[in-house]
Structures are given as structure tokens and as C-alpha cells.
């Protein structure tokens, strides 16, 4: 929904800079005919943005109109810009380098979280098809961050990963690289949590090739550290979010009024993410990290 509105307030550059947090917003910064813009910021800065009926509940009536206008006539898409994944960066050949452009591109990407040795998780040597399984969780990966433009709601975000990928869901193993990527189409389209189509669909093939392919040849593992990083921050997201959103819920909340005005676009709808499966989905995400480390993600 932040993005909807900064998309609206697109004139207003300090809107678009606007992260949670940032309280040091300078009205004198503004004309004084950019009122209405300073207004909303100041409105939204110590609003959590992923609050929907926070964020409703401070829009003036006109904002509100325009908001409700863009949802019914399915406009939302043509305000939105598109997001670019950090790991579609400039493909160009080159013979060399500089190590500003190496760093530059690699800062783009999640941070790598340090996991222990693999020798210390266990003394039997992994299964090399094990690759297989971490590229049906790479593949199911970079569909769900596409499919909801790069701003991932975790819980929803957990759900919906869990609904495509059937290594993390119920512990399938998978034999060759076609059958992994495959397994993630097919549930995609069987899916009830997800729409999507076959050019998404080969979206999704080809950044998962990109992923296994790496920042260079002598770095291919990078990529898919830094996407399992991120997985698994957004595991340990979505278990603090719903803890969160048990403590509210059994404060009786009443619902706010974005949520009864437009309840197709709350969570209401999902199935309740259980927080017991995703505390070990967390230790399988940082046992592939840490056998990535030690083997890489070579299939020859």
C-alpha cells in the first residue's frame, strides 16, 4: 500500500526517499505549495508502513477516493514501478573488472548470514543430489519475491512459498535439476494463494539459472547464499510477525476500516502459518547455507 501512495505523491521527492523510522523529515525543505505532499509524510513517518489500516486510517477523503479508484479500475499495476532483482545486474562481458564494479554489484545483493561448519551439523557427507533440493528452494525462492515486486510481506510471503515449493512443505526430494524447477511450476499453477501464467513462469526458470550462475565463474555459490540469507531472514520475520499478530488477535482488536472496506487485500483469507514447521525450516535453510560453503553448488 506505500507503494500505491508514493506512486500518487510521486512529485514529492522526499516521500519517495521515506523509509520506517525516519523522523528528521525538514519542512522548511518544501514549498508552500507542497503542502498537501509534507502533510501525508508527516502523517505516515512513525507509522509501521506495512500497517495498511494505520496507513488508512491518517488518509484525507480525497487520498482515499484516489486510492479506491485505482483498485477498481485495476490501474494499481500501471503505477507501480517494476522491481529489478538484484541478481539481474549488467550480464555484459567483460575481461576485467575493477574491484569498485565487483563490490558495487555484490552489494546489491541480501547479506550473507554465517552459519557453523557443516562438520559441525554432522559427520555424514550429504547426498551430492542434495543440490537438487536447495535449486527446488532457489526456484520457489525467486518466483514468490518476483510475485510480490521485490516488497515481501513475510507471512504472507512464507505461505505462499510454502504452498510452491515441496522440499521446505513436505520434505520431497528431487533427483535432477528439470524436475526441481518443474515442481514449482506446476504448483504455481495448482496453486489457490497464487495467479500467475507461463511467461511468469519462465520468469522464474531463467532467474533460477541466473541465481546457480553466480556474480562470475569464481564466485557461482554467492548468489545462492545471499537468496537463502534472505529466506532466512524472512523465516525469522514471519515467526516474529505472527507471534505478533497472536498477541493482538487475542486482545480482541476490532478491524480496522481498510480491512472492512477492502478485505479481499488483508491476510484474512490465509491459512495460519504454523510457527513450529517454520523455526525448522529455519535449521534446513542454514544447514543447505552451510553445505553450499563447503561444497558449492556445482552440478557437473
Known amino acids: 500500500m506505500i507503494d500505491i501512495l508514493k506512486r500518487m505523491n510521486e512529485n514529492n521527492e522526499s ?28 502523517r505516515i513517518k512513525n507509522l509501521d508502513l506495512n500497517d495498511a489500516d494505520a496507513l488508512w486510517n491518517v488518509l484525507t477523503d480525497d487520498e482515499r477516493n484516489e486510492f479506491e479508484a485505482l483498485l477498481s479500475k485495476g490501474d494499481v ?33 541480501p547479506a550473507i548470514i554465517e552459519v557453523p561448519k557443516l562438520n559441525t551439523l554432522t559427520n555424514i557427507k550429504p547426498s551430492p543430489a542434495i543440490i537438487f533440493n536447495i535449486t527446488n528452494v532457489l526456484s520457489s525462492y525467486v ?9 515481501i510481506e513475510p507471512v504472507e510471503g512464507v505461505l505462499c512459498l510454502l504452498n510452491i515449493c515441496a522440499n521446505l512443505d513436505t520434505n520431497a526430494n528431487f533427483d535432477d535439476f528439470a524436475t526441481a524447477v518443474e515442481s514449482v511450476g506446476q504448483k504455481c499453477l495448482q496453486s489457490e494463494l497464487i495467479q500467475t501464467d507461463e511467461i511468469s513462469l519462465n520468469v522464474m526458470k531463467h532467474d533460477t539459472h541466473l541465481i546457480l550462475k553466480g556474480p562470475s565463474d569464481d564466485n557461482k555459490k554467492y548468489y545462492c547464499q545471499a537468496a537463502l540469507s534472505h529466506l532466512s531472514k524472512i523465516f525469522s520475520d514471519a515467526k516474529k510477525a505472527e ?5 493482538v488477535s487475542d486482545k480482541g482488536k476490532d478491524v480496522n476500516r481498510f480491512s472492512k472496506k477492502f478485505p479481499e487485500h488483508t491476510q484474512s483469507h490465509l491459512p495460519k502459518l504454523d510457527v513450529s514447521k517454520v523455526k525448522k525450516l529455519l535449521k534446513k535453510v542454514e ?12 552440478m557437473e
Not at 25 to 39: H, K, R
Not at 83 to 101: C, I, R, Y
Open 15 to 42: 516521500l519517495e526517499d521515506l523509509q520506517p523510522g525516519d523522523e528528521d523529515a525538514n519542512d522548511d525543505d518544501f514549498d508552500s505549495d507542497d503542502n498537501d505532499e509534507v502533510d501525508l509524510e508527516e
Open 77 to 109: 499495476g500501471s503505477i507501480m514501478l517494476q522491481w529489478e532483482p538484484w541478481w539481474v545486474g549488467n550480464k555484459e562481458k567483460k575481461l576485467v573488472k575493477d574491484m569498485d564494479e565487483c563490490k558495487d554489484e555484490l552489494s546489491r545483493c
Open 143 to 151: 518466483f514468490v519475491i518476483r510475485y510480490f515486486n521485490g516488497e
Open 243 to 247: 507471534k505478533l499478530n497472536k498477541k
Open 287 to 298: 544447514y543447505y547455507l552451510s553445505y553450499i560453503e563447503s561444497y558449492g553448488m556445482n
